[in-house]
């Protein structure tokens, strides 16, 4: 007789395996990581990680997906929820650098991922879902300058995130209030610097 599979509880195993995944490829990086080291992060066997997940690409697929999406829910929560246009700049920004280690892990991660993905077609189709998730949180911050242009100011302002949490992880002490300073004066450069605050009452 089969056994029967809680929805709610499977769901929830699975999320515990992609976050003690997702520190085993901090630690090791994407190329050295094995599903032993995941089931020795997670306390499960290697069956248990090829049941719920096929792989070890299928795995690691699965924690690119969830941590990008993760990031981009909240960031467009966060923007959705502040009250003025400056409340959104800064809540952006906060989404962005979420705490010196949370943002380390990160952004090493998610270029290790790229990387790898470089030469792997379908951890590349993985890459450019995450981009395009992250491409819609942009999106909302774009618009507080109008509609028109919108698509390239969003694209601009991932160009800048992305180059700031590249000179992040170069920095052998990187000062996070710094980084969020850098970033909000990138996000009202690429807004118009002030000029957005007439366009949206948002």
Not at 84 to 108: C, H, M, S, W
Not at 111 to 134: H, I, K, N, W, Y
Not at 161 to 190: K, T
Request: hydrophobic share 45%.
């Amino acid at each position: 007789m089969a056994r029967k599979v809680n929805p709610i509880q499977d769901r929830l195993r699975r999320a515990a395996l992609e976050r003690a995944a997702y520190l085993a490829i901090y630690e090791r990086g994407y190329a050295g990581v094995t599903l032993a080291d995941i089931a020795a992060h997670a306390g499960v066997s290697r069956g248990t990680l090829v049941y719920h997940f096929g792989s070890r690409a299928g795995l690691l697929a699965a924690v690119m997906r969830r941590f990008s999406r993760t990031i981009a829910v909240a960031t467009r929560r966060a923007v959705r929820q502040a009250q003025t246009p400056e409340g959104k700049l800064r809540a952006y920004v906060d989404n962005q650098f979420y705490g010196i280690e949370n943002t380390r892990r990160f952004y090493t991660v998610s270029l290790d991922f790229l990387a790898a993905a470089t030469r792997d077609p379908e951890l590349m189709a993985v890459q450019r879902a995450a981009l395009r998730e992250s491409l819609g949180a942009d999106l909302e911050l774009a618009r507080l300058a109008g509609e028109g242009g919108a698509d390239a100011r969003a694209r601009l302002l991932r160009a800048m995130v992305e180059g700031l949490s590249v000179r992040f992880l170069a920095d052998p002490a990187p000062d996070l209030a710094q980084y969020r300073a850098d970033c909000l004066a990138g996000l009202r450069a690429v807004l118009g610097d002030g000029e957005w605050s007439v366009v949206s009452g948002a």
